[in-house]
């Protein structure tokens, strides 16, 4: 910020507004809300920009009050790190948020943080930023575990907007479908550039087979996104099995040769003794 502007915030801290009534036996003796007595800060403004609100805090005790100022999960700065409010006085504490030319648009979250006195309030604050929206959904590292079945993936939010996904899974084997689950809601939120990892239970998958599995992922407002992974499957009661159906095969494979050729030889026999 400018000397200017620093000056002009520093100044707008230490402004009094007033006498403030003590508080009563057993409540804290001070709070801090977003000014104008709202619920929340709320800042909405472009990529690139500087957006600025004011923090109310009330000294309801007999001496003066020193907080200390901070933010997190949001770039919050104030003109000072500390502020001292005198007593039964309320003072409004100006604060910014640099919102980076890098910042998707959409709703963004923060708190900002006021300590004194061994004690913490936070306040809720709520970033807009404005611009275009965009959904927009993948799948991605999908790989399935042939041990138990599990198929495991990744959602990524590459959209500017906040999505709530839904799945559908289907597996294709070498004789037809054997697995066809339709899309349903999974229990999360994706924030715009946000991932998320997570498995999908397959508890009967085939013994002996070979199958494409393929996840399907929607949102609203977002093209459906499609992401294929390949299994092989062959447990080793299945393989034992298929390997007694090829003996048993192929032993009834020789007994037949076996069986024309002796079939073969007594005609000739016979057709030499007439």
């Known amino acids: 910020m400018r000397t200017a502007a620093r000056s002009g915030l520093v100044a707008a801290a230490t402004a009094l507004l007033g006498a403030v009534a003590a508080a009563p036996p057993g409540a804290p003796d001070w709070t801090a809300a977003p ?13 690139g920009s500087v957006l600025q609100d004011t ?9 003066p009050l020193t907080v200390r100022l901070g933010g997190q999960g949001a770039p919050v700065a104030f003109a000072a790190r500390s502020v001292t409010v005198p007593a039964r006085t309320r003072a409004d504490v100006p604060f910014a948020v640099t919102v980076t030319a890098d910042t998707p648009p959409g709703e963004h979250r923060g708190t900002v943080r006021v300590t004194a ?28 575990d042939t041990t138990t079945g599990t198929l495991r993936y990744t959602l990524v939010n590459r959209g500017s907007t906040v999505l709530a996904p839904h799945l559908a899974v289907r597996a294709e084997g070498v004789l037809g479908t054997v697995l066809d689950r339709p899309g ?19 508890p009967d998958p085939p013994a002996l087979d070979s199958v494409t599995v393929r996840l399907t992922a929607t949102a ?9 992974a ?24 020789a007994y037949a040769v076996r069986r024309r050729g002796r079939a073969r030889t007594q005609r000739a026999s016979a057709g030499a003794n007439s």
């Open 35 to 47: 000014a104008a007595g709202r619920p929340y800060a709320y800042l909405e403004g472009p990529a």
């Open 55 to 63: 923090l109310s805090v009330t000294n309801q005790g007999a001496r």
């Open 117 to 144: 006195d061994d004690r913490e309030v936070r306040v809720d604050l709520r970033l807009r930023v404005s611009g275009p929206q965009l959904a927009a959904l993948t799948v991605e590292d999908v790989h399935v």
């Open 184 to 202: 349903r809601p999974l229990p999360l939120t994706l924030r715009p550039g946000r991932r998320a990892t997570r498995t999908e239970p397959w």
């Open 220 to 228: 609203p407002g977002a093209a459906p996104a499609t992401a294929t």
């Open 230 to 253: 390949e299994a092989a499957f062959a447990s080793g009661p299945a393989l034992t099995g298929l390997a007694g159906l090829l003996l048993a095969a192929a032993g009834g494979g």
